[in-house]
């Protein structure tokens, strides 16, 4: 198990820019993708971006081109650029990470930061 402490939301006008930052504490097993999910009221968890500790990442179709997933394997840290918000983005972002732990692959959540676009 590792421990997920996210940073970065808030309050931001539509067409702004906000940074979510995650980072997990030390463990002696092997990180192997990090993501960030979204949960909006009243909706079922969903993926935003995900990145392999090989830096392979994948978009949720509705924020390709927007955002970018970014990741730093020596800090345990995983960042998500998210530009042009919209409205529709508004949630609470979830960092995930799943740790391999002797053949098998265990996901490990934040508590979640909340980000809001609204005039």
């Known amino acids: 198990q590792v421990q997920l402490v996210e940073s970065g939301g808030g309050l931001v006008q539509p067409g702004g820019s906000l940074r979510l930052s995650c980072t997990a504490s030390e463990t002696i097993f092997t990180i192997v993708t990090m993501g960030w999910y979204r949960q909006a009221l009243g909706k079922q968890r969903e993926l935003v971006a995900t990145i392999t500790n090989g830096g392979r990442t994948n978009y949720a179709d509705s924020v390709k081109s927007r955002f970018t997933i970014s990741r730093d394997n020596a800090k345990n840290a995983v960042y998500l650029q998210m530009s042009s918000l919209e409205p529709d983005d508004t949630a609470v972002y979830y960092c995930?990470?799943?740790?391999?732990?002797?053949?098998?692959?265990?996901?490990?959540w934040g508590q979640g930061t909340q980000v809001t676009v609204s005039s």
């Open positions: 995930r990470a799943d740790l391999f732990v002797r053949g098998y692959v265990y996901d490990n």
